[in-house]
């Protein structure tokens, strides 16, 4: 089972990871912790009266292909509930489990941990910061996970030390102006981030990201030739900067009570180690080779379908790296998915698939080596993609005919997923205003102490309105000055 630390807060703003048809309370903070997003799919589930569809204490024990697979596409599903089991057909499965279900523990990469004498536990293990006062810990991985832990045991320990291979950037919440920064995340900028090359991309973000604090100066930089990371944590530099946590690199080996590490120092005493070090995907109620095959998301077509089934009926949701919010995008897969169950949209012949993904097979080593900035599927392009298997990508140029507000928002303003509810299979009539009002509920949990006859800067809209159109004229002046054409023209008697 899937477990959360007590204090865990979600990475993404509420705007950018709701379903789109039904948007958060305006009264939520923007970042909510698990409490509250639990509340919210509850809300969600009695909204559209979806509990009469779950049972509830039932594990699935087996999902297998019938004889007639080929050409009826249905499963045999087991399923227990309180001890009595239970067979099933159903025409067209979909696996929601995700992949953080099986913790990975590579203890085998660390020598002498089996004669570590502490205490040795992995992420999902971690519920508070009681019992761990006055400990020395070491935490091992520079993820979300990694950061969160590593901060708040340090309020409590005597020290903690966390360990990092690679290093990694570290984005705030909120960006210049106090604003969430996923709300940053629009299609004005996807359009000039496809324009320029990926280096050029990473050397403006690494000087945005340097201006608040020195990464290499905290022991956060990245590691030449390490994959492009990011994680989301707030306080890690001022814990770094208050000695409340120590960046360390890799642990080389363990004795009884001390780590040491690759840069030949060595830490004594350690009382816990933890481990951040992700997990590992399994679908155990597979059978081969498809439960290996699943596992492999270069075999996953559109990171969806597996590649080598004849009949498209079987669906795998959320199984993805993303730099985005997974649950928008897992309401997308799952429209384009029953979609396909019902044949109202296409996928290529599983032999064509698996020819195209053999001949990728061979450029991955390569592939690996060159691409050391990404590591996650960009947000916008992967949405967009799927809304153009299901025609619910909005068309801008139409959106700027028909409706300018609405284009506007939508263009430059936070790509959130009510997007792709404006239009196409599933549309929404509520999409208009949940655009319209967004930033409403954005701010709305912001202000909850009113300051009268406070100073009032300026906002970007605001210059935008009253220098956008004086700076458009002049620049077109300016560019029509040193025309070459224009002052050959000029130069004619």
């Keep these: 089972m899937t477990r959360a630390y007590r204090s865990l807060v979600t990475n993404i703003c509420k705007e950018m990871s709701c379903y789109s048809d039904f948007p958060f309370r305006e009264d939520y903070p923007n970042y909510v912790n698990h409490e509250k997003f639990w509340n919210y799919l509850q809300e969600f589930a009695e909204h559209f009266d979806l509990l009469k569809y779950i049972r509830f204490r039932t594990t699935v024990c087996s999902v297998t292909k019938r004889p007639d697979f080929s050409e009826t596409g249905q499963w045999d599903v087991v399923t227990e509930t309180e001890g009595k089991r239970d067979t099933e057909v159903f025409d067209a499965v979909m696996v ?23 205490r040795i536990l992995h992420s999902q293990e971690y519920r508070t910061p009681e019992g761990f006062e006055g400990k020395r810990i070491l935490v091992i991985g520079l993820g979300n996970s990694g950061g ?60 945005w990201l340097n201006k608040r604090f020195n990464h290499e100066n905290y022991g956060l930089g990245l590691t030449k030739g390490s994959k492009w990371k990011r994680i989301m944590n707030d306080e890690l530099p001022t814990s770094i900067l208050c ?68 009949r498209a009926t079987l669906a795998i949701i959320g199984f993805l790296s993303l730099k985005g919010s997974i649950l928008t995008a897992t309401e997308l897969q799952a429209r384009w998915t029953t979609r396909v169950f019902k044949g109202l949209c296409k996928i290529p012949p599983s032999q064509k698939l698996m020819a195209e993904f ?43 005919l028909r409706d300018p507000r609405l284009a506007w928002e939508v263009f430059f303003g936070p790509c959130t997923s009510y997007q792709y509810r404006l239009m196409g299979p599933g549309k929404w009539d509520g999409a208009r205003n949940a655009i319209l009002t967004q930033w409403d509920r954005t701010l709305k949990p912001l202000k909850t102490r009113f300051v009268p006859d406070s100073p009032k800067s300026a906002s970007l809209s605001h210059y935008l309105k009253v220098w956008g159109v004086p700076v458009l004229l002049a620049s077109l002046l300016l560019i029509c000055k040193s025309s070459p054409f224009l002052k050959s023209v000029q130069g004619k008697p």
Excluded at 96 to 118: A, D, R, V, W
Excluded at 191 to 197: D, E, K, V, W, Y
Excluded at 200 to 206: K, L, P, R, S, T
Excluded at 379 to 394: C, N, R
Aim: proline share 5%.
């Design 96 to 118: 929601c489990t995700g992949h953080f279900m099986n913790s990975h523990l590579p203890l085998e990469s660390f020598p002498g941990i089996c004669k570590f004498q502490g």
């Design 148 to 207: 969160d832990i590593a901060v708040e045991l340090g309020r409590r320990a005597a020290q903690v030390l966390l360990s990092t291979r690679s290093g990694a950037w570290v984005i705030f919440r909120y960006t210049d102006g106090g604003y969430p920064v996923q709300m940053m995340t629009t299609r004005y900028r996807h359009f000039i981030a496809q324009i320029l090359p990926s280096r050029v991309q990473n050397w403006i973000e690494a000087r």
């Design 243 to 310: 000695g409340a946590v120590t960046m360390k690199t890799s642990v080389k080996e363990f004795t009884e009570t001390s780590a040491v590490f690759d840069d030949g120092t060595v830490e004594e005493n350690i009382d816990v180690v933890i481990f951040t070090t992700g997990y590992t995907p399994s679908f155990p109620f597979f059978e081969e080779p498809l439960k290996s095959l699943c596992t492999q998301k270069r075999f996953m077509y559109k990171f969806v379908f597996p590649s080598n089934l004849e």
């Design 358 to 400: 053999t001949k990728k097979e061979q450029l991955i080593k390569r592939e690996a080596k060159e691409d050391v900035g990404k590591d996650k599927a960009d947000y916008i392009s992967y949405m967009d993609d799927l809304a153009s298997h299901t025609g619910t990508k909005p068309n801008i140029l139409l959106l700027f």
